[in-house]
């Protein structure tokens, strides 16, 4: 039984109680947060949980195995930091950390510490996300053409981060764990209207080069007033539609695609289409939540790296720093690839 | 009674034939086409017009005012200078010519020579779109926030032109048409796949900055699985879906939007949301392409300049142009606003 | 080559003659309609077809194989008839006749001269219904339990027919053609409103019982704000739903059911649930109007009976007189007021 | 503060209950159930709420003012009897008892004993049918022509109540509340399935007139394999339809219709068409099942008699007994397969 406490009682903190206490292989040990009056509120529904005001009482309390950080992402390298420290596990809210460098240096020191260091990409966990990686795995979908991803609603707008570094980390690690590997170049669009002053990106459209005609692109937006969550894969076999909020068949696999056919007297391709069925797999029912927390249980017992785990983390923070600078450059590309800290190089042309 | 003589019995030359017959302003007097076998069928449909199988022969007819041309873009600029040198009025199916230089020299001749020069773009003709221009130029719409469309299908594949310059067009018409303004910044992405030797892109994305925080965004494909036709317009006060594939309720107006207000002693902006209704306008039934036609027979005899007359085509052509450059750059962003001769250059960072 | 002449020049019958023109297997040998104006119109499209003022003249042309009606059923019999008699085989627009006994007198004299009589059920040529077909009679469906069909839309109000004989015919069609036998049992309902004085309904419900619990239920409407085509069939291995305005996927498997489990010791049935995939089969493109036409060629040429031959229309009819009869009967329905106990009583009519 | 006791901790219990703690104008005083383990796993979560094992434990309890039954329909009637003899106010879960003499003995004796009775017919509190009911009663609707509700999905079967008294409760109460009067004759049909042994119906059509041409239509099932929640209003001036599936746009009011002009000569009426703009309205977000008990407690505190109270349920249990009349009797049916001018028979049941 792996006894966590929970930091951060806010927005999502509360689905982390709830799936902890759920979860056979894990308790809910203690529950920290600054707002006292928000704290009491969980004193009925977790009685056996300790409710503590700082990480550092957390960290005091005996028998806490692990720390999981529902905290504003700012927050998460000094208490990602200070709980790795002090030996215990952590899971920490997507993103894994505000720039590349603190996911770094997270990813260290959960080494050097011998602690399972994990972020909570949801996703990865929902049975439409592993069918998916199952179906490209297997050959079936064939080669990769290209992913297209919208993730658009109205709000929530938020101060202290923008619609990059809130939406975006849904579709990369999506990508990331799809693809294994990281992307070439990476360009991205933004603007700010609500918090124009803040220079609040509410707008923005990120574009992931993986080379070999493979591009992937997200269209991310608090701005719209229909809410879209719609991830398309095409590949030369099949291609795939991810619609999250379908709620009978967020998954359909299209049997269709071209077909290039042996160039003609003139030297030009013959291209043909292949128009087939469409499957929509039956899914398993599972909450992605309660599997990701059962994940971390078990790593924490069995010492093994998480599928979402440091270096996989900080993959994603990489991006997210890239598209910020990119939008923020108001032009150029930015190049993909060097040390993190390097300013934004320009593409060789 | 304008007569007509339409050039390219192919793909879109019948819509054209069809409707100039019809169109009570017009009427067909030819049809030209270089193969002799596909203009014969038109003899039975049309019998009274003259069938010809060059633009020549066409223009040596008597009493043709008019010359449509459905041909392949490298064609439109020779066909159509020959027939406004002939003191034709011409009708040019989108885009208006494969480059900016030839597209200002058609716009330059048709000024020299007092003639119509015009391009089909129909779009502008439909009713959904009218009715989205009447929103914008009431104020109802406030301030425009964002474009995004979204214009995917499977195939079809060409040879001769890639994706943005086949799908791009209608909606560069369109936002030209809502905005009338060019952008400042053109940036396009894109990869080739089925036609990879002759470099032909079949998914493409092409980003426009209008400056102000105003953005458009288009994703276009040959490759998807699934055919999506929806523009989303994003504006201060109403937000606006038009989804071309519905049958009944093409376009959606969103009471939806976020409220700034004043700025709490933290200096930050409290945002709030507006969830009004959401109304479906009735539109008219009008075939747009019957709309285009009479537009045309009506500038031609009054000499007015067509909505999407030669200037309103040139515009897109430069787009087109710079979308094409950006692409094929494979990098930087391409700054908007300079001669369409000098070589792309990279937007001040 | 059957030459055809087609019987009115209304709202279908221009249908009729440009398929009987494209196939290959028929020619258009004229076009009938008392409306000498309306008649006009065809000169130029068709050429080469005698157009001509009655049935009579169409009868008195030589070379004429067979006559397609697309006149008001009140006139299918005194015209199918007359045809019958000259020696032609005859296509009737759905329904055969305004009567089952009319129905019965056409069989009977097709059958005596030896013509095909067919019926226009279109729908048992298009793709998707045929596919239909095979999966029940390939077993795949399993027992069938019940099919559902909802078709509603508002109008087009007629004034010589009510909402059950407009439309219910197409789902009578389809289901006696799936199941291949009539009902035991005909119950419907209905009420008008728009011509409430002519006591013609525009809104109709017709159950249909084929014993061992199999229920066949048309909802049809001509008041409905929304177009709905949708048709389900359900069975104990899989279910299916046939939605018609769909573009794309027309059909879907449903690979979903109950599971009846051995009774446990307090005799009741144990019923599971069963959750498989949705499959969306690829059907063919051809225009179901084209496979009618060419259908009724090959049954001319070879003497066979048809798909939608004399019978199978005439057993349609009977379930229209019934469902009528039923309609205006005003209630084989229990009133309601009476005491729990008491019997169903029959309204005062 | 009204202490409430609720008995049943199964399926829909442990919702009155969240409800009840939640509801700032009660309390959860008591909760009542025969299974011991399941009556400890509410110990944590409402640590003030005393568990009983039956209902004469709650009633010798202090300080509980009312009795909220969340048990099988065959219970209601001896519970809320024994609840309201004890001076109890009883709400009861849908439908109200399982049988109109029942239902009449507890409106009776809720009158005697001066105690509120209400059932917790949901759907009267959501902000979709209160919209629907202002738009009726304004007048904006206009005359009613047609109420269709589809009410289908795969499962869940039950043992002790069939598909029509576990789903039409549902459409009941929302008609009988938007028209306020009850229907002259109810018919219905069904068939049984999956638990044909038992007679128990998992698919049926229930049938309602309400004279004057207003027909009601429940399409109800556990045998569809979609699921499906359509409720479309006929009116006059405007249609509705309500959606419960669809997460932002629930109602949607159509502005269409036909007119009917001054007859001809022929005495035919014209029937024209109006085709205007679909609204859909912002509904307000909140629980209806939370509106449903703080009107219970509202009810409780003045003395008002509920919306859903005793005689509403009492309403909706007759037309349930008497569908189930009909159902059962199989058949004031028109028989199939006699002459066509035979009288209508009714099939030897």
Chains 1, 2, 3, 4 share one sequence.
Not at 79 to 108: I, N, Q, T, Y
Not at 115 to 128: C, E, G, I, N
Not at 176 to 185: I, S, V
Not at 239 to 259: C, H, I, M
Request: net charge neutral; with cysteine.
């Amino acid at each position: 039984m792996v006894r966590i406490g929970v930091v951060g009682a806010g927005y999502w903190g509360p689905n982390l109680m709830r799936n902890f206490a759920a979860c056979p292989l894990t308790s809910l040990a203690a529950v920290c947060d600054q707002d006292a009056a928000r704290l009491q509120k969980f004193r009925r529904l977790y009685p056996g949980a300790a409710l503590v005001p700082s990480l550092d009482d957390l960290l005091g309390l005996p028998g806490v195995d692990a720390v999981a950080l529902a905290t504003p992402v700012q927050t998460h390298y000094p208490l990602a930091a200070a709980a790795l420290r002090a030996g215990k596990h952590v899971l920490v809210e997507k993103p894994l950390a505000a720039s590349a460098r603190e996911a770094e240096d997270l990813v260290r020191l959960a080494r050097e510490r011998g602690r399972v260091l994990m972020v909570d990409h949801t996703y990865l966990f929902s049975p439409a996300v592993r069918h998916l990686k199952a179906l490209i795995d297997s050959g079936e979908v064939g080669d990769l053409y290209f992913i297209d991803s919208v993730r658009i609603n109205l709000g929530l707008f938020q101060h202290d981060t923008n619609v990059v570094w809130d939406l975006a980390p849904h579709d990369l690690s999506i990508t990331q764990y799809l693809l294994g590997t990281p992307p070439r170049e990476v360009v991205a669009f933004g603007s700010c209207h609500a918090d124009a002053a803040g220079g609040i990106e509410d707008l923005a459209y990120v574009h992931l080069d993986y080379g070999g005609g493979l591009l992937a692109a997200f269209h991310l937006s608090w701005l719209s007033p229909v809410k879209v969550r719609q991830f398309i894969l095409g590949g030369s076999k099949k291609s795939v539609v991810f619609n999250d909020l379908e709620p009978a068949e967020k998954l359909k696999v299209y049997d269709r695609g071209f077909t290039v056919k042996t160039e003609d007297q003139r030297r030009r391709v013959q291209i043909g289409y292949r128009m087939g069925s469409v499957v929509s797999p039956h899914l398993e029912q599972g909450e992605p939540l309660q599997a990701m927390v059962q994940h971390f249980a078990r790593c924490v017992q069995s010492g093994a790296e998480p599928a979402s785990g440091g270096e996989f983390g900080l993959g994603i923070v990489r991006i997210l720093e890239r598209a910020q600078v990119s939008i923020k450059s108001a032009g150029p590309r930015v190049a993909f690839g060097g040390a993190a800290d390097d300013p934004p190089r320009r593409a060789a042309a």
